[in-house]
């Protein structure tokens, strides 16, 4: 009598769907929801350098009277400009009242800056059009806007067990100034 229970039990296959599914689940949910915050990771440094982009393409079309004077390092830009390009990067426009592109610009670790810097040409090319003559103060010289921003990653799902701490999403594009 004990051998044909135990025959019989061997023999049951009824569970082993269920069993193989608690075993393979948590290795699919690390799957998906590592996918899932991945596309996330991705989305956000692409509107980011998008924005940066754009905030470049906006500086760089400033007037020459906008910059102080070529040098041979970077140098800030006047308050108001960087201030104007600030609102570019976060918010896509000139309104202090649109919503930020990025949730995570409000944090105290996020960076911005706008610099200038001018590409001397000596012995390199002789610049012509817009960029002879007394430009910003050098002859013969390109000024170059410079527009980067550091911003924490917020993950999609802090809860899960990745809170994204230490993680910044970082952008840097430089644009020749056109004054138009």
Known sequence: MKRSVIKRLRG??????????????PVLLVLVFGCVELGNYFLSEHVLLKGV?????????????????CGSSAS???QALAD??????????????????LPNWNEGSAQFT?????????GETTLAGIYTGSLVGTDN???????????????VLPGIGFSGAGLFLNANQQAAVMGI
Not at 84 to 101: E, Q
Not at 141 to 155: E, H, L
């Open 12 to 25: 049951n296959t009824r569970g082993s769907a269920a069993a193989e599914m608690v075993l393979v689940m």
């Open 141 to 155: 010289a390109a000024p170059v806007v410079i527009v980067t921003a550091r911003v924490p990653y917020r993950p």
């Open 76 to 78: 800030n830009v006047p």
């Open 53 to 69: 982009r754009d905030g470049a393409r906006f500086a760089a079309r400033q007037s020459f009277t906008n910059y102080n004077g």
């Open 114 to 122: 706008v610099q200038m810097t001018c590409s001397t040409t000596a």
């Open 84 to 101: 104007s390009t600030k609102l570019i990067v976060r918010k896509g426009s000139l309104d202090s009242s649109d919503v930020d592109l």
